[in-house]
């Protein structure tokens, strides 16, 4: 058992090495790698988040968020629930979104499982360590073996007995090995095993043994310098480049998407209210004209009419509470908070809107977005990867020659004692070629094939988006342009309404009034309003999205847009 000794010293050290390396330590190692991966290629793609992490803090999503006391009339019934309501800016949902919204992690986390994927990859380019040991302690019968003295030459025998008595042994292994795959040069692998076995029982011989290997591989035609590994990595650095890019595009969409619901929800609050004041001058003109009605000067048809135009009014602006407070809680759940969220959006987001109309032509716009987009530019890069593998599978119809050497180092089988190591004396060694003309090829002659074709599927795939994109900036500019237009022409109509309004409001004084003329005016003002407020948020939105579509929506780390005062200029 002695000659074990030192060779169970040193497993027991290293598997009390290996127990300290806890799960923690695994995952700090995972995110140190990944984290300075992203960080690395992050300069290589505009406006990637600067800070990326897929850890979440506990710090509670509302907190430093003020508080509106205030209660508004319109929303009836529901105004006491805006009581202590956190008020959010556009800015603090924004904010919000990018740390708490569920969809935005996830978009996170596959970024991170890409570059996860990507150290894995690259650990293949470097020394690979392995060890591992073996220890068993067994026994079998076997005949009784004793040293006697012969009778006629009194020189020592063995003498072997009838008897079956037990022989008890220890044998045990060791091995540590080494592999590094070269770029360009081929893979190398070492490795150094011992063995030992000692009887315990009878008789008391103790072995051992130790061997030194080392071998080289380099294919020197088919997979020359190990192409297929080398590619692997070369495709798996791109798409993490790739996946960086989408993320970045996705900050960009994620960012839009949060403020058109933010500018729909401001918008249905503001149909709440011109709601609500359309049901109070409906109330008024029904509660007037049934005063007129009782003098007689107005007839019943009228007044049922209005009485009519309340209740309907009334009801719109139930649905409209009813709206709004439904877009209210898809935006809590929009942006990551629970539903028990009291929140209320800022009212003078709304108010700072104003119609900036860009000053860049369609043909001008096509052209940034055709040099800025990056989902562009990663299909015109994917049929570089196209390319390349053409070539790879070209080169895997190649016969296969494989340059191989090894050589072997022994121990001293006659030392006895000790941990006898391998002896420089001892060594054997091997050159050669191993040789596959490749007789059927079938396999690789339709990858061969299947690579062309996807090819030329990626060249058309470029053609593809190059014409998405421009259709997507031509609609873009188009939804603009009616935005703009609407808004104006709704400016016009309120005017006109409010004039109309007015008008039936002095003759409803008077007693001249028409029914009819007023509902229609009252409807008409009500309409032209929300006309207005949808305009001018369908502009804004349309505007992000012009700017996202050309791929100049620049966003800060919180979420929020950078402006852009003049289009030309980038």
């Not at 008897?163 to 008890?168: F, G, P, T």
């Not at 209740?311 to 407070?325: C, E, H």
């Amino acid at each position: 058992m002695k000659s074990m000794t030192g060779y169970g010293r040193l497993w027991f050290l290293l598997l009390i090495l290996a127990a300290g390396c806890t799960a923690n330590h695994y995952r700090q190692s995972a995110d140190k790698e990944v984290y300075g991966i992203v960080r690395q290629k992050s300069g290589l793609v505009q406006d990637m988040d600067p800070h990326f992490s897929i850890e979440q803090t506990n710090q509670t999503p509302l907190a430093g968020v003020g508080v509106s006391e205030q209660v508004q009339e319109f929303l009836g019934a529901d105004a006491d629930a805006e009581r202590g309501a956190r008020q959010l800016t556009l800015e603090d949902s924004l904010g919000i979104a990018v740390q708490y919204s569920r969809a935005y992690q996830t978009r996170k986390e596959q970024l991170y499982l890409s570059a996860l994927s990507l150290t894995l990859v690259r650990h293949q380019f470097t020394p690979i360590f392995s060890s591992g040991a073996t220890i068993n302690y067994g026994g079998q019968t076997e005949r009784a073996v004793t040293l006697g003295i012969d009778e006629v030459t009194g020189q020592p025998k063995v003498i072997v007995s009838d008897n079956l008595v037990e022989q008890q042994r220890v044998s045990g292994s060791a091995n540590v090995g080494a592999s590094w795959l070269i770029r360009g040069v081929g893979r190398i692998s070492t490795s150094l095993t011992a063995d030992f076995l000692r009887f315990v029982t009878g008789d008391p011989r103790v072995t051992t043994s130790s061997q030194l290997n080392a071998t080289f591989l380099s294919p020197l035609l088919r997979d020359s310098g190990f192409k297929t590994q080398t590619e692997a990595l070369l495709q798996a650095e791109r798409s993490l480049l790739y996946d960086l890019r989408e993320f970045t595009r996705f900050r960009k969409d994620f960012s839009v998407q949060i403020a058109t619901a933010y500018y729909r929800v401001l918008g249905n609050r503001d149909s709440v209210r011109n709601s609500f004041l359309n049901l109070q001058s409906a109330r008024k003109n029904a509660e007037r004209s049934r005063a007129l009605a009782q003098e007689g000067r107005f007839t019943q048809s009228d007044l049922g009419r209005l009485e009519q135009q309340e209740l309907t009014t009334q009801g719109s602006w139930i649905g409209a509470v009813r709206d709004y407070r439904q877009s209210l809680d898809n935006f809590k759940v929009l942006i990551g908070l629970r539903l028990d969220e009291k929140i209320v959006l800022d009212d003078r987001e709304l108010e700072r809107l104003r119609i900036d109309h860009p000053t860049i032509n369609v043909e001008e716009s096509i052209q940034v977005a055709l040099a800025a987009r990056l989902d562009l530019l990663n299909t015109r890069e994917q049929l570089d990867d196209s390319v390349r593998k053409v070539a790879l599978a070209k080169n895997l119809l190649l016969p296969k020659v494989d340059a191989v050497a090894s050589v072997t180092v022994n121990s001293d089988p006659n030392v006895t004692t000790g941990v006898p190591l391998p002896n420089l004396d001892r060594y054997s060694w091997n050159a050669g070629l191993n040789v596959d003309p490749g007789l059927d090829r079938v396999a690789e002659r339709n990858a061969y094939r299947s690579t062309l074709i996807s090819r030329n599927q990626a060249a058309r795939a470029v053609v593809q988006k190059e014409d998405e994109i421009s259709l997507q900036i031509r609609d873009s500019w188009r939804t603009l342009d009616q935005a703009k237009r609407s808004y104006e022409i709704s400016a016009i109509g309120v005017k006109l309404a409010e004039r109309r309004v007015e008008e039936q409001d002095l003759l409803a004084e008077l007693g001249r009034a028409k029914a009819l003329d007023q509902v229609d005016a009252q409807n008409s003002l009500i309409d032209s309003k929300n006309q207005l407020t949808q305009a001018l948020v369908t502009h804004t939105i349309a505007r992000l999205q012009f700017w996202n579509n050309m791929g100049i929506l620049y966003i800060k780390e919180n979420g929020q847009w950078e402006d852009i005062p003049n289009a030309k200029g980038n």
